[in-house]
């Protein structure tokens, strides 16, 4: 029997998204260094209905910052046609986007040397409960709720269940195609509980804090992903209409929603759903989050990619009213997070670092009183950007502990 479970896992780490293919088809880079040159990327979007990674839509595009986009195999020659005539500057990052989909996952004899991996739901769910029968002094496990299609969502508790009394929560995989961002929440616990006992400033940490952890937020779109179509980002909800699926969870917060344009179309990629916490998702994470409200001191949510540190607000270019603060943590997480292998980080408010956001959870979670609120988006800056190797995952991982554990320590002091 356990031979036949090894074997089932085995073939399910290996699996490589099936369904929705993309063969020939390119990740552009260009950094527009003009208003010229940024008006002509708008007028390729509009004509040609581009699929930004970042910024997420072609509206956002402003002189002098980094524009990624994904194009399929015969766009893809005609922009560069067109590129190459209007004499910008641009670069292919991925020739064959298929491939790198791929690529993601290590391979052969690499394969057993105990690198992290990615890992399926099922392989989550299995790892979760385990952690939590493993080792009860430390970790406790709550189902928060259901998705649309029926998981039960996940909330690991990491912390000294007896002496932790103040709450951190954390929220992996809101955006289904982000890997990377549960892949770090695995991690995050795992470490936590490792060095438990043994490094004194973890130790500190899990005797005061209880980490709520929710290693797949958007879980219907984690698995939609893994089997279907590999740069899904939404939930997986019907729309009122009939092609179009799915709520940007990250838009469905009932904190200045659906506040800009696109977010009200059920086609686009960050559409806010029908009302706020429309989402059976949202609902639950909103739930646990007002039951736990009296000690739940930050809220951080993981993304990809970008290599920032944000905080409040997104929404409006306003400073929070704890801004001084926020930007003290901020900057010294994120150079605790630089001491380790050199990786820079931004950080600032979401709006005034990347754009408006409207309904984001770390908006919500701060306005319903949690000070410390921020949003990760992890590595990289676009080389990999969604299909970050899973060879990435270790380091990444050891350098966010540093930041996660900076701002931790400024909630027990
Ligand atoms: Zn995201």
């Known amino acids: 029997m356990k031979l036949i479970l090894l074997f089932c896992y085995i073939a399910v780490s290996l699996s490589v998204p099936r369904g929705r293919r993309f063969d020939n088809e390119k990740l552009f880079h260009v950094t527009p260094k003009s208003d010229d040159e940024v008006k002509f990327i708008k007028h390729l979007d509009t004509t ?25 195999a015969q766009q893809s020659k005609l922009i560069e046609a067109l590129l190459t005539q209007e004499r910008i500057e641009y670069r292919i990052v991925f020739h064959d986007l298929q491939k790198a989909i791929e690529n993601q996952f290590t391979k052969g004899s690499e394969r057993k040397k105990g690198f992290s991996h990615y890992h399926d739901w099922n392989e989550i769910a299995m790892w979760a409960y385990s952690v939590s029968l ?82 797949v937020f958007n879980i219907d779109g984690y698995v939609f992903t893994w089997t279907t179509d590999r740069l899904w980002r939404k939930n997986r909800a019907p729309t009122f209409i009939d092609k179009c699926f799915g709520t940007d969870l990250n838009r469905n917060f009932n904190i200045s929603w659906n506040g800009i344009h696109f ?68 900057k010294s997480a994120v150079k605790a997070l630089h ?33 410390y609120s921020f949003v990760f988006e992890l590595p990289d800056e676009g080389d990999y950007g969604f299909m970050l190797p899973e060879h990435e995952i270790e380091q990444t991982c050891q350098e966010t502990m540093l930041a996660m554990k900076q701002i931790a320590s400024y909630l027990i002091d």
């Open 263 to 330: 977010d009200d179309e059920p086609c686009s990629e960050a559409y806010a759903g029908n009302a706020p916490e429309s989402a059976p998702e949202t609902q639950a994470v909103t739930t646990y989050i007002r039951n736990n409200l009296s000690s739940l001191k930050a809220f951080i949510s993981f993304h990809s990619f970008s290599q920032l540190l944000l905080y409040p607000y997104g929404y409006k270019d306003e400073e929070a009213p704890n801004h001084k603060k926020l930007d003290q943590i901020a």
């Open 134 to 215: 493993n080792k009860p002094k430390l970790a406790s496990i709550v189902q928060i709720g259901e998705t649309y299609e029926g998981r039960p969502m996940l909330v690991l508790k990491i912390g000294n269940q007896k002496s932790a009394k103040k709450g951190v929560f954390i929220e992996c995989g809101i955006h289904a195609r982000e890997w990377i961002s549960p892949a770090f929440c695995q991690c995050f616990v795992n470490e936590a509980i490792r060095t438990y006992g043994k490094d004194k400033a973890m130790t500190k940490l899990l005797d005061s804090l209880i980490f709520h952890v929710l290693p």
């Open 339 to 371: 001491s380790l292998y050199n990786t820079s980080y931004t950080s600032g408010p979401t709006f005034s670092t990347i754009y408006p956001v409207c309904g984001s959870s770390v908006d919500w979670a701060y306005d319903e009183g949690i000070k």
């Open 48 to 72: 040609m209905k581009l699929d930004f990674w970042k910024p997420k839509y072609g509206h956002h595009v402003t002189p002098k910052t980094k524009v990624s986009f994904h194009a399929d």
